[in-house]
């Protein structure tokens, strides 16, 4: 008789519990889970070690939904939010790690690109959609996007490095207007620092407020880059 298997997860890492820099949940508590693997490749990521398989390889540790829970546990119980990023998490059937996470009292957010869709996304409490903009050198199928509207504490966020990336946000509010849309400063690795990172808050802050077509968008730096720097496990 064979033992019954134990399903797996690629995790890159665990750490918390942090400010969260971005998006909705910028400046709340939470965890961070980030798994491996992504079906994206954007000219400027900031986790290639969690996307490129070679490193995913090289990086990660097969852990179950149990020893995951656990993990997080022991680094604080008490804080409230974990949030699932990557790489893509939507390419994993992570449906027993939702539940379980739930059934541990955490509030569960998920960070996304909206290329793949999985019905365990519905049990999560907030969904950050962002769709890749052309600085990425990404190809997105907006009409992809649609399936997500329906989630609870959906929102789309768009990175912008420059007018070419404002104008893809546009397009993306234009055609879901009703999603609570925020417009997020990009992060260069090689090349951006804390100063470079305040002038492009600047230059988008002031196209935002000079567009009537954003003028409900929330324009947010990456808080944990201005804190920290460009550092992992903050």
């Not at 829970?69 to 390419?91: C, F, H, I, K, M």
């Not at 009703?178 to 990172?197: A, H, K, T």
Request: aromatic share 8%; charged share 20%.
């Amino acid at each position: 008789m064979t033992a019954t298997s134990v399903k797996t997860f690629p995790i890159i890492e665990i750490f918390g519990p942090v400010i969260q820099g971005e998006g909705a949940m910028i400046g709340h508590q939470t965890h961070f889970v980030r798994l491996g693997g992504c079906d994206f490749r954007c000219a400027w990521c900031d986790t290639l070690y969690a996307v490129l398989p070679e490193e995913v390889r090289a990086n990660s540790v097969s852990m179950s939904a149990r020893e995951v829970v656990d993990r997080l546990r022991e680094l604080n119980p008490d804080t409230p939010w974990v949030t699932l990023s990557g790489g893509n998490p939507a390419l994993h059937q992570l449906d027993e790690l939702i539940d379980m996470m739930n059934d541990a009292g955490f509030s569960i957010a998920v960070e996304t690109q909206g290329t793949l869709y999985k019905a365990w996304l519905g049990r999560c409490s907030l969904v950050t959609v962002s769709p890749k903009p052309p600085s990425s050198t990404m190809t997105q199928n907006l009409d992809q996007l649609a399936r997500f509207t329906g989630l609870p504490g959906v929102n789309f966020k768009v990175v912008v490095f420059d007018d070419e990336d404002l104008a893809f946000a546009r397009v993306v509010h234009d055609a879901y207007p009703e999603i609570p849309f925020y417009l997020q400063v990009g992060n260069d690795l090689e090349n951006d620092n804390r100063d470079s990172l305040l002038l492009r808050l600047d230059w988008l802050s002031t196209a935002a407020l000079q567009d009537s077509s954003l003028s409900r968008a929330i324009v947010l730096p990456q808080l944990h880059v201005l804190m920290y720097g460009n550092k992992r496990g903050v």
